[in-house]
């Protein structure tokens, strides 16, 4: 198994930055690829950005964060970082870090195609 834990979520003002981090726990040497996702109170679940973890780290982003939001890795460390730039009041959710081990049938943007997620970190952002 592989556990992910999420931190450094918190209260911005709007065209702030925000760094993510999720630590990941177990058995880390399975991972194929980390991504994020967040969701809005009366929302569905919606893909953020995702990094595969091996050789050049694959990077997926959504329409909406694309430009503004950048995600690493560091695998000596287990980690993946989201940065977040320019927040917008709409960047308002939980968020998510999501593992995906050994990589069948993995869709970055496809929620039930990860295998382990985080409990969450709230990002909070006011205009």
């Known amino acids: 198994q592989v556990q992910p834990v999420e931190s450094w979520g918190g209260l911005v003002q709007s065209g702030d930055s925000l760094r993510l981090l999720c630590a990941a726990a177990?058995?880390?040497?399975?991972?194929?690829?980390m991504g994020w996702f967040r969701q809005a109170p009366g929302k569905e679940r919606e893909f953020v950005a995702a990094?595969?973890?091996?050789?050049?780290?694959?990077?997926y982003y959504a329409d909406s964060v694309k430009g503004r939001f950048t995600i690493s890795r560091d695998t000596a460390k287990n980690t993946v970082y989201l940065q977040m730039n320019s927040l917008k009041p709409e960047d308002t959710a939980v968020y998510y870090c999501?593992?995906?081990?050994?990589?069948?049938?993995?869709?970055?943007?496809?929620?039930?195609?990860?295998?382990?997620w985080g409990q969450g970190t709230q990002v909070t952002v006011y205009s």
């Open positions: 999501a593992a995906d081990q050994y990589g069948s049938d993995w869709y970055a943007e496809v929620a039930s195609s990860y295998d382990y």
């Open positions: 177990g058995r880390t040497s399975s991972i194929y690829a």
């Open positions: 990094i595969t973890w091996r050789s050049s780290g694959h990077t």
